[in-house]
């Protein structure tokens, strides 16, 4: 029986979607050791059509004399485009999950998910192959717990960036402790390497930097909007570890807040105006002030009010802005459409949202979730 040739194999494997390349992976022994390899990861990450999910955390009894419930699921993001189906989010079984602990999203790249638990634990996972990596522990969290799980406390905030450092093929988690109460802001920064699988610090903080969440990974840089009196974004190079700052847009000031997102590929700011509206500004050319550009003015419903929704929000590359205010969901086209209210089962109250690509990446020395691959 004639075969096909390993190159044609190859390439007619790299154009599969993951959950097929799971399964493929045992026809044979061939089939398995290239599915795994690192090369061939790498050139389906780049070439393969990616499949764009929606990660919601959520809270269930929220708002209710019940014990509040942590939640993560998901849903696929082309699904948002058919007006007449309904959507069925699943539950995630993530790491370290435990209804009554805290989990937030901390940054994704490349499919990778960098988790946060209970504000002090960290996880490397891909949900597509159910694969994950703890994170040992910083000096930050020593710091922040004392040595034991007890809340943080009061003036101390601990804020993280996930990325990925394409000049070393090396992913990276920034932690950033601040002491508020101090007059004058202290920080204490410590950098987690993939690649040698430890924390080291790093001195250099700038002086007075309020980071606030969340942070967002753009042009190899690590950004957060900076509160301090002088208002900007701190953004943090992945490859050589310097610090940097890019200038806001020239926003209109009011009652609002802003959020950091990205659009395509490029650095955003959502101006959340409370109960008005929101302006979505995009910084066209990276570092350029002058490239801020005011893309959307999205119009709220009338006595329409979220405090969670500048924290929840996606914009396609068609245009589309995805908000997720409390409880439901909402697609506004700023061709003057209609606000779209899709149709989603098995969601909850959430406060934040992610999107992250399906992806055969996994870090090293991962542990592999009980649950087999449906």
């Not at 209710?64 to 942590?70: D, F, K, L, V």
């Not at 390497?193 to 007075?208: A, E, I, M, N, T």
């Not at 700052?245 to 609002?256: A, C, H, Q, S």
Request: glycine content about 4%.
């Amino acid at each position: 029986m004639p075969t096909l040739p390993i190159e044609l194999i190859t390439e007619i494997l790299l154009r599969l979607p993951v959950k097929s390349l799971l399964q493929f992976r045992s026809v044979s022994k061939s089939w398995f050791a290239l599915i795994s390899s690192a090369e061939f990861v790498k050139t389906h990450l780049n070439i393969s059509g990616k499949k764009h999910n929606v990660i919601l955390t959520g809270l269930i009894n929220a708002f209710t004399s019940r014990e509040t419930q942590y939640v993560l699921r998901d849903y696929s993001l082309s699904s948002l485009c058919n007006d007449d189906c309904v959507i069925e989010a699943f539950d995630l079984d993530y790491p370290m999950s435990s209804p009554q602990q805290y989990v937030s999203i901390v940054g994704s790249v490349n499919g990778l998910i960098c988790l946060m638990i209970n504000e002090v634990d960290l996880v490397l996972w891909n949900p597509s192959i159910r694969k994950f990596k703890k994170l040992p522990d910083s000096r930050l969290k020593d710091k922040v717990t004392g040595g034991n799980q007890c809340d943080i406390p009061k003036g101390v905030c601990v804020v993280y960036g996930f990325g990925y450092d394409e000049s070393s093929d090396d992913y990276k988690v920034v932690g950033c402790i601040e002491d508020r109460i101090n007059l004058v802001p202290q920080a204490e920064v410590e950098i987690y390497s993939l690649k040698s699988d430890s924390w080291r610090s790093k001195d250099d903080v700038p002086d007075g930097v309020l980071l606030s969440k969340p942070c967002k990974c753009v042009n190899g840089k690590l950004h957060w909007i900076n509160n301090n009196k002088d208002s900007n974004i701190i953004s943090f190079d992945l490859a050589d570890e310097k610090w940097g700052k890019v200038e806001l847009p020239r926003y209109r000031e009011g009652n609002l807040f802003l959020d950091l997102k990205v659009l395509g590929s490029d650095l955003c700011v959502f101006c959340n105006y409370m109960e008005i509206h929101a302006d979505v500004w995009v910084m066209r050319d990276y570092g350029v002030k002058e490239s801020w550009t005011k893309m959307y003015s999205v119009k709220y419903p009338d006595r329409f009010f979220s405090p969670f929704i500048s924290r929840t929000l996606f914009m396609s590359n068609k245009g589309e802005v995805l908000l997720v205010p409390g409880s439901t969901l909402m697609v506004h086209n700023p061709e003057d459409e209609p606000i779209r209210y899709p149709k989603v089962t098995n969601f909850d109250f959430c406060v934040a949202m992610n999107i992250y690509i399906e992806s055969l990446v996994s870090p090293p020395l991962q542990n592999e979730l009980s649950q087999e691959q449906e």
